[in-house]
């Protein structure tokens, strides 16, 4: 195999010429030039005279063996594969540790039992295990733990902060939000909670999409749940993450698409309003002496327009609105915005059911992300679950929970759960209208049997 000179960043491409001798591939680049070569050989039979055969399989194998040699000249020349949080820690600091964080949630990194040297094997990816698996991690740390020497001169100047601070092990941004909230001392609000441990609490950082953090002291196996991971949010404990792929991206979707969107910006436009913040207002308006949430009795809406993550897992799902008009006026725009702010939160209640009937124990909701600052988001979900919703005094609760595993690494707090006591505060606590319960456990009725349904579309669309 040769290579050639000094390659710049930029889109390569594999040619690959199957021959009657051998295989034969190419890295080239965008301006056509052969940068890496590799050959192998095809074996050849000849069972009889003038009768030649070649296998198929044999043949396969050896593009699979060129594009591999191909692969290890963009892929040998790298030192390290870092999950971004470990990236920017190593930019800070120039220490190659990973957080326990990202390598459990993201890399298959078991904290008990390590890497394991078999899936990597069956991925053809066995080459990482080389060295002590120096490429993508040997040295492992819970997040909050000080990393090195913290900032490097270097980093130091670049960030204009001084040399020597110390730098936390890192947490995925769904994660540090988790942090942020969930620790939060709730004494003299009323909360159950108050009295349960902090297993009792579910974190959703809820924006563009959104996720459900539950811990517990052992592990539970949730289907459709992610996890469990071990000290991948609180050290101690086990994670499990539950999620819905779109949730702020999905109200953003049906609100501007609906015909009367030009008429909501107007309108929002003049009073000097955010769009969502004059629908809130608007829908005060038209619902007369019921309930604002009353107002979809014969509105629903399945909220999986891009498949559902939790807890079906199940991408081939699509939307569903049910109980449309003619009428395409600012009232329905209210009422569609209102139905799918009610649909995210009945997949959150759909979740939580997966996780209590799991083993979870979960009695509380801390929600934090751009959604938790729209009041109606945050009534449907304690309306709909039936649970009390505490929101934080700092919004930002991702920035929050970076700033208490810098606490921790700074040796101010002598663990992750003391500063997360200290450092995350109550704002304001919403309680569910518990005299709404018996509409929104129909309505919770009618969302379970449109997924049904749909199931049953596609067998019969699908059916022979």
């Known amino acids: 195999m040769m290579s050639g000179g000094d390659q710049e960043p930029g889109h390569y491409y ?12 190419a890295l080239v680049d965008q301006r056509g030039i052969l940068l890496a070569f590799a050959e192998r050989p095809i074996k050849k039979w000849e069972p009889q005279f003038n009768h030649h055969e070649q296998s198929s399989e044999d043949i396969w194998a050896a593009c699979c063996h060129v594009t591999k040699n191909l692969r290890e000249t963009c892929w040998d020349k790298a030192g390290h594969f870092f999950d971004l949080p470990d990236f920017l820690s190593w930019k800070a600091t120039g220490v190659t540790a990973r957080s326990l964080c990202s390598l459990v949630c993201k890399w298959t990194y078991s904290a008990e039992k390590g890497w394991d040297d078999s899936f990597w094997k069956m ?17 492992v740390l819970p997040p909050g733990t000080s990393l090195g020497s913290g900032l490097t001169p270097e980093a130091a100047k670049e960030l204009g902060l001084p040399p020597g601070i110390a730098v936390a092990a890192s947490l995925i941004d769904a994660h540090a939000g988790g942090l942020g909230v969930i620790g939060a001392d709730v004494r003299g609000y009323g909360l159950v909670c108050e009295e349960q441990p902090v297993t009792s609490r579910l974190a ?50 049906m609100v501007q698409s609906h015909a009367a969107f030009p008429e909501l910006q107007a309108k929002a436009t003049a009073r000097c309003q955010s769009i969502y913040a004059y629908l809130n207002s608007h829908l005060d308006l038209i619902k007369k002496a019921q309930p604002v949430g009353f107002l979809t009795v014969d509105l ?7 498949g559902n993550r939790s807890p079906l897992a199940d991408l081939t799902l699509k939307g569903m609105v049910t109980g449309l008009t003619l009428s395409q006026g600012l009232d329905d725009l209210a009422i569609l915005y209102l139905a799918t702010v009610q649909a995210i939160a009945f997949g959150t209640r759909f979740i939580i059911e997966a996780m209590q009937t799991a083993g979870h124990s979960l009695s509380t909701l801390f929600l934090c992300g751009g959604l938790s600052k729209n009041p109606l988001f945050v009534q449907m979900h304690a309306d709909i679950t039936g649970m009390p919703v505490v929101l934080s005094q700092e919004v930002e609760s991702v920035l929050v929970g970076a700033a208490v595993l810098g606490a921790c690494a700074s040796g101010d707090f002598t663990s992750v759960q003391e500063a997360m006591a200290r450092m995350s505060k109550v704002g304001k606590v919403v309680f569910p209208r518990r005299e709404d319960k018996k509409y929104y456990d129909k309505k919770y009725q009618v969302f379970l049997k449109m997924v049904e349904h749909q199931k049953e579309y596609s067998a019969i669309m699908n059916g022979n």
């Open 14 to 25: 594999v040619g690959i010429d199957v021959g009657t001798g051998s295989v034969r591939a």
């Open 123 to 139: 991925i053809g990816l066995e080459d990482l295990i080389g060295d002590n698996y120096s490429k993508i991690g040997n040295l």
């Open 204 to 253: 959703v950082i809820c924006g563009t999409s959104s996720c459900h953090m539950g811990i517990s002291k052992d592990p539970i196996f949730v289907p459709g749940v992610w996890g469990p991971y071990f000290s991948a949010m609180v050290p101690g404990f086990w994670l499990n993450e539950g999620g819905q792929s779109v949730t702020g991206k999905l109200i953003d979707h």
């Open 300 to 306: 629903h809406v399945w909220p999986d327009f891009h």
